[in-house]
T-cell receptor, first 115, second 118 residues
């Protein structure tokens, strides 16, 4: 069956360290994968999109990798800050979905950055 | 430049009542998506609409749920005869264009409506 999995355990790290979050998927062949941030009581906010022909994408302190062989994306936050504490969601649009952004989301990983 | 607006933010209903959730997309956006999020779970796609058209409702329960996006006014997600299992956060997102190949359009999410069924 098709699955998109993120580590359900919260990730606790010290301020200034690099946070690495994992997203694995099975039985999908996505054309691209996205990462969102969600704060408690709020809607998700788009962060980064990476396409299947891209290995890596960067935006300021964020870096995303996409390995279509392993069926995995890694999301890194370098020089993490307490303000980075949130839940991070990965999402993909499965091929054959009509090309209209019908996103499948993982359950998210909660990141806590401690001063 | 207002973002996606949803109201009400919180809605309490008793079993058997109707719930109406409203979503006003960002200005200029003609594509609306509804998602449901249960506690500790990811967002689940429910329905995709364009103005006056339902494009994909494959994630909607077959009974009691309906959605519309009229020519004028907000998109409405309607849940009839609510049950406790309908308690969740319902998010609306909008985008300006349909993704075509690599021309992907970002989705902008509203703050959500938290529905509690007593």
């Amino acid at each position: 069956s098709q699955k998109i999995e993120q580590n359900s355990e919260a990730l606790n790290i010290q301020e200034g360290k690099t946070a690495t979050l994992t997203c694995n998927y099975t039985n999908y062949s996505p054309a691209y994968l996205q990462w969102y941030r969600q704060d408690p009581g709020r809607g998700p906010v788009f962060l980064l999109l990476i396409r299947e022909n891209e290995k890596e994408k960067r935006k300021e302190r964020l870096k995303v990798t996409f390995d279509t062989t392993l069926k995995q994306s890694l999301f890194h936050i370098t020089a993490s800050q307490p303000a980075d504490s949130a839940t991070y969601l990965c999402a993909l649009e499965p091929t054959g979905s009509g090309g209209y952004n019908k996103l499948i989301f993982g359950a998210g990983t909660r990141l806590a950055v401690h001063p | 430049n207002a973002g996606v607006m949803q109201n009400p933010r919180h809605l309490v209903r008793r079993r058997g009542q109707e719930a109406r959730l409203r979503c006003s997309p960002m200005k200029g956006h003609s594509h609306v998506y509804w998602y449901r999020q249960l506690p500790e779970e990811g967002l689940k796609f429910m329905v995709y609409l364009q103005k006056e058209n339902i494009i994909d409702e494959s994630g909607m329960p077959k009974e009691r749920f309906s959605a519309e996006f009229p020519k004028e006014g907000p998109s409405i997600l309607r849940i009839q005869q609510v049950v406790r299992g309908d308690s969740a956060a319902y998010f609306c997102a909008s985008s300006s264009t349909r993704s075509q190949g690599f021309a992907m359009s970002e989705q902008f999410f509203g703050p959500g409506t938290r529905l509690t069924v007593l």
